[in-house]
Nanobody
Framework: QVQLVESGGGLVQAGGSLRLSCAASGRTFSRYFMGWFRQTPGKEREFVAGISLSAGITDYADSMKDRFTISRDNAKNTVYLQMNSLKPEDTAVYYC??????????????????WGQGTQVTVSS
């Protein structure tokens, strides 16, 4: 089992940047595929980005792949989401999630048994 805690959210102007962090407990972080999702009120949680166990493979939602970068540091048990050129429509609660599989892409919310509490990102116009 793994516990996840996100940080780094906040208020930023359009065009700005933020880096989200997700710290994981436990010694087996490197065995988890990690994902970032986001959710706005009244909408379903949507996939943002994912990264494989060794960080060799990354996966992005089409609308974010040119602006967002996912990375991980297994020595620090942390996964990051660098968000650049932020837009007001990026405003959401961002969640990190862990999947114990060894595949290269997991985009469905239902594939992730472990979730953080979320961090709010607000982009002003």
């Amino acid at each position: 089992q793994v516990q996840l805690v996100e940080s780094g959210g906040g208020l930023v102007q359009a065009g700005g940047s933020l880096r989200l962090s997700c710290a994981a407990s436990g010694r087996t972080f490197s065995r988890y595929f990690m994902g970032w999702f986001r959710q706005t009120p009244g909408k379903e949680r949507e996939f943002v980005a994912g990264i494989s166990l060794s960080a060799g493979i990354t996966d992005y939602a089409d609308s974010m792949k040119d602006r967002f970068t996912i990375s991980r540091d297994n020595a620090k048990n942390t996964v990051y989401l660098q968000m650049n050129s932020l837009k007001p429509e990026d405003t959401a609660v961002y969640y990190c999630a862990a999947n114990g599989g060894s595949g290269i892409a997991y985009r469905s919310v239902g594939l992730y048994p472990y979730w953080g509490q979320g961090t709010q990102v607000t982009v002003s116009s």
